[in-house]
């Protein structure tokens, strides 16, 4: 069973930055497309980025994150990463990593129905 562990979240001022994480114990994250969404109260989670998985690492990112946040994959740490630059308020939210078995393609998706294993969640806050 895939688990899969965020952190790095926390509390950053307009324009600092973050990296979250996104781990698992016991399996090979490369066998997986990986992706990040966010929640703020209230609202829909929506998908932020992906990156595909089986050596591809091709990257995917919604329009309003574009220029500001890189998704990556570590091979060596298992570890999918998100940084997160230039953040504003309306990037508050939970972050959650999710993941779909990689399927040799060099296209990822963020669309939440795709995904059957979820992380708990990191709560970013932006704010002075």
């Known amino acids: 069973q895939l688990q899969l562990v965020e952190s790095g979240g926390g509390l950053v001022q307009p324009g600092g930055s973050l990296r979250l994480s996104c781990t698992a114990s016991?399996?090979?994250?490369?066998?997986?497309?990986i992706s990040w969404f966010r929640q703020a109260p209230g609202k829909e989670r929506e998908g932020v980025s992906c990156i595909t998985g089986r050596g591809s690492r091709m990257t995917h990112s919604a329009d309003s994150v574009k220029g500001r946040f890189t998704i990556s994959r570590d091979i060596t740490k298992n570890t999918v990463y998100l940084q997160m630059n230039s953040l504003k308020p309306e990037d508050s939210a939970v972050y959650y990593c999710a993941a779909d078995w990689a399927q040799f393609s060099d296209l990822c998706y963020i669309q939440r129905e795709r995904y059957g294993y979820w992380g708990q969640g990191t709560q970013v806050t932006v704010s002075s």
């Open positions: 016991g399996v090979n994250l490369d066998r997986y497309d």
